[in-house]
C-alpha cells in the first residue's frame, strides 16, 4: 500500500507550491490585488493544511503570499453576497471552523513568511503558525468590527494567547492595525525584518528545525498546540454563531457600504 501524497496532484486555484527538499512552500496566489478571501479560497483554506499536513514529500511548511499583501481578509463582493443571502454565510460555517482546527493539529511546523498586509482572517492564518516572520513594511490587525462583524473566526481565540487579554481587546474591539514591529514588541509575532532579508531569516530557523531530529521538533509542537487546540473546541462553535448573527445587522450592511463607497459609515447601533 502506497503512502505517497502530493500536494502538487491536488486541485487548487488559490494556492501554488513550490519545493526545495523536504521544504515545502504554500502561496496564496490570487488575482484579488491584496489576496482578499472569496468563496473559492475560503473552501481552500478548510483543506489545504490538511493536505500540507499529508504531503509526504516535506517535513516543513512555510505559507506565504505572491503579491504585495499576505492576505487582506474578507473581499468586499463576498461580503455583500453575505449581506444579501445570509444563508451563504451560514454555508461556510464548518468550514471556518475547519481552518482553526485543520492549522491547531498540523504536526509538521508551519512558518509564516508575512511579506505584507494580514488583516481579519489573514491575520488569524498568519497568527496559528508556529513562528511568524514578517517584513517590517508589513501591517497585521484585526478589524472584523470595522465591517460589523464579531472577530469569529479565529482571532477572539488566538490574540489573547499571543499578547494577553487586555492588549488583544483593546485591538480586536478598535480594529486597529499593526505594523510589523509594533507586533514584534508586543509578542504577537517573532521577527520583523527588512525586506530583502526575509527569506534569509527563515533560512536561518528552518535550518536550526532540520538541525534537530523531526519527530521530537513536530510532536514537541502537537504537544504545545494541546491548550489551543480545546480553547478552539470551547470557542469556535460559539465564535463563529456570534458572528454569523452580527452578518444580519443593520450597522453590518451600513458599515460595508460605507468601506465600498470610502465613507464615514452612519451607524445606528441597530
Given at each position: 500500500m502506497s503512502h505517497e501524497f502530493r500536494i502538487e496532484d491536488q486541485v487548487y486555484t488559490r494556492f501554488t507550491f513550490e519545493?526545495?527538499?523536504?521544504?515545502?512552500?504554500?502561496?496564496?496566489?490570487?488575482?484579488?490585488?491584496?489576496?482578499?478571501?472569496?468563496?473559492?479560497?475560503?473552501?481552500?483554506?478548510?483543506?489545504?493544511?490538511?493536505d500540507l499536513q499529508r504531503d509526504s514529500e516535506s517535513d516543513i511548511i512555510v505559507l506565504a503570499a505572491?503579491?504585495?499583501?499576505?492576505?487582506?481578509?474578507?473581499?468586499?463582493?463576498?461580503?455583500?453576497?453575505?449581506?444579501?443571502?445570509?444563508?451563504?454565510?451560514?454555508?461556510?460555517?464548518?468550514?471556518?471552523?475547519?481552518?482553526?482546527?485543520s492549522l491547531l493539529e498540523m504536526e509538521k511546523p508551519i512558518l509564516c513568511r508575512l511579506n505584507g498586509a494580514a488583516a481579519g482572517l489573514g491575520a488569524t492564518i498568519?497568527?496559528?503558525c508556529d513562528i511568524i516572520v514578517a517584513d517590517e513594511k508589513a501591517?497585521?490587525?484585526?478589524?472584523?468590527?470595522?465591517?460589523?462583524?464579531?472577530?469569529?473566526?479565529?482571532?477572539a481565540l488566538i490574540w489573547p494567547q499571543l499578547i494577553g487579554y487586555a492588549r488583544a481587546k483593546e485591538l480586536l474591539m478598535t480594529g486597529d492595525m499593526l505594523s510589523a514591529a509594533e507586533?514584534?514588541?508586543?509578542?504577537?509575532?517573532?521577527?520583523?525584518?527588512?525586506?530583502?532579508?526575509?527569506?534569509?531569516?527563515?533560512?536561518e530557523i528552518i535550518a536550526k528545525l532540520q538541525g534537530n531530529p523531526k519527530w521530537a521538533v513536530r510532536w514537541t509542537k502537537s504537544v504545545t498546540n494541546i491548550p489551543l487546540r480545546a480553547l478552539a473546541a470551547q470557542?469556535?462553535?460559539?465564535?463563529?454563531?456570534?458572528?454569523?448573527?452580527?452578518?444580519?445587522?443593520?450597522?453590518?450592511?451600513?458599515?460595508?457600504?460605507?468601506?465600498?463607497?470610502?465613507?464615514?459609515?452612519k451607524l445606528t447601533g441597530e
Open positions: 519545493r526545495e527538499g523536504r521544504v515545502l512552500r504554500a502561496f496564496i496566489t490570487s488575482d484579488h490585488p491584496v489576496n482578499g478571501v472569496d468563496g473559492p479560497m475560503h473552501d481552500e483554506l478548510a483543506r489545504v493544511f490538511t505572491k503579491g504585495r499583501a499576505f492576505c487582506a481578509g474578507g473581499d468586499f463582493q463576498w461580503f455583500q453576497q453575505q449581506i444579501d443571502d445570509p444563508a451563504s454565510f451560514r454555508a461556510i460555517a464548518w468550514d471556518a471552523k475547519r481552518i482553526v482546527s498568519a497568527l496559528l501591517v497585521i490587525g484585526d478589524p472584523h468590527v470595522k465591517v460589523g462583524l464579531v472577530a469569529g473566526d479565529g482571532g507586533a514584534k514588541d508586543l509578542g504577537l509575532i517573532n521577527h520583523a525584518v527588512p525586506g530583502d532579508q526575509l527569506d534569509a531569516k527563515l533560512g470557542m469556535m462553535d460559539a465564535a463563529i454563531g456570534w458572528e454569523s448573527v452580527s452578518n444580519y445587522l443593520g450597522d453590518r450592511r451600513e458599515a460595508v457600504a460605507a468601506m465600498a463607497e470610502k465613507r464615514a459609515p
